[in-house]
């Protein structure tokens, strides 16, 4: 196996472990089985009301922040755990602003979603 296979080979293998991350954070946490409910529930809508691509271009932006950080919060929780097993403040700290990161990113995408819908909505009467 020559430099440019090893590299073609150990390039799909990060992919494959970032793959499984996902799948392994989606198995074992609530919170971001939630945000992709959430997600689908709102791209069905979009579909539904014909979004406009910049419409659907802000809607992912959005929804890809929002699970991104859920995914970055997991791993974060996953390393404090492994170096801190006991409760430690500055573990707290860690994880809390994590947890809080999603939260801020939930909170405006909310805003922005129904800044986005609430067009379509006013149509509807």
């Known amino acids: 196996m020559g430099l ?9 293998k990060s992919f494959g472990y970032a793959i499984s991350g996902i799948i392994r954070v989606i198995k074992e946490e609530r919170n971001i089985k939630i945000h992709l409910c959430a997600a689908l ?24 922040i929002v699970t991104s ?5 997991s791993a974060v929780e996953a390393v ?13 700290k860690a994880k809390d602003v994590a947890a809080g990161a ?3 990113a939930a909170i405006v ?17």
């Open 102 to 104: 999603v939260l801020v």
């Open 80 to 92: 404090v755990d492994l170096s801190s097993p006991e409760i430690h403040p500055l573990a707290k």
């Open 41 to 64: 529930i709102v791209i069905a809508l979009a579909s539904y009301f014909h979004f406009s691509r910049n419409d659907w271009m802000v809607l992912l932006i959005i929804i890809t």
């Open 109 to 125: 995408s909310v805003i922005i979603g129904f800044l986005l819908f609430f067009p379509y909505f006013t149509i509807l009467r």
């Open 69 to 73: 950080l859920e995914l970055v919060n």
């Open 4 to 12: 440019r296979d090893y590299k073609r080979a150990s390039l799909l």
